[in-house]
């Protein structure tokens, strides 16, 4: 999650000083940070179930996801074709990973559309005031509720 959160980071630098490669970078960073999150979500999932029980509340695994910041509006066929993407590529890299994405219409699609909404998101955040004293590290929490029912 520190991973995702850190290029999430990254990408709202990129976009603030209008760097064209390190956007690119941070977004094949952040994809492949969070196709990791969304795996390791499902597998867990799959093991214990969706509630997790802890400090006498209890809360749900994709809810705690929502803690890591800006979540993107795929479908659970779309996060779970990353998760296949994420499983077929030959070596546990992000080169690799995206290599495999990219090999196919579908992935090349998936891949457009992170890319796509995850900057429209960082210039969201860059375009929004922040409040005195509140600091930069605010901006990473940016969040789509809506979207995380959908995973």
């Not at 977004?27 to 093991?47: G, M, P």
């Not at 960082?122 to 940016?142: D, F, K, L, M, V």
Request: hydrophobic share 40%; with cysteine.
């Amino acid at each position: 999650m520190y991973g995702y959160r850190a290029n999430l980071a990254g990408l709202y630098i990129a976009v603030r000083y209008d760097s064209t490669r390190d956007r690119q970078e941070y977004c094949d960073l952040s994809l492949w940070e969070f196709t990791q999150l969304i795996y390791a979500k499902n597998k867990y999932v799959d093991e214990y179930g969706e509630k997790l029980m802890f400090l006498g509340s209890d809360d749900s695994v994709t809810e705690l996801l929502r803690i890591a910041g800006w979540f993107p509006p795929f479908t659970k066929k779309e996060a779970n074709w990353l998760g296949l993407a994420f499983i077929w590529a030959p070596l546990p890299t992000v080169g690799s990973f995206l290599e495999t994405l990219l090999s196919t219409e579908t992935g090349r699609q998936l891949h457009s559309k992170w890319r796509e909404q995850l900057v429209a998101a960082a210039e969201r955040a860059n375009a929004t005031p922040i409040a005195s004293g509140a600091g930069e590290a605010t901006i990473i929490g940016w969040r789509d509720r809506a979207s995380m029912a959908s995973i």
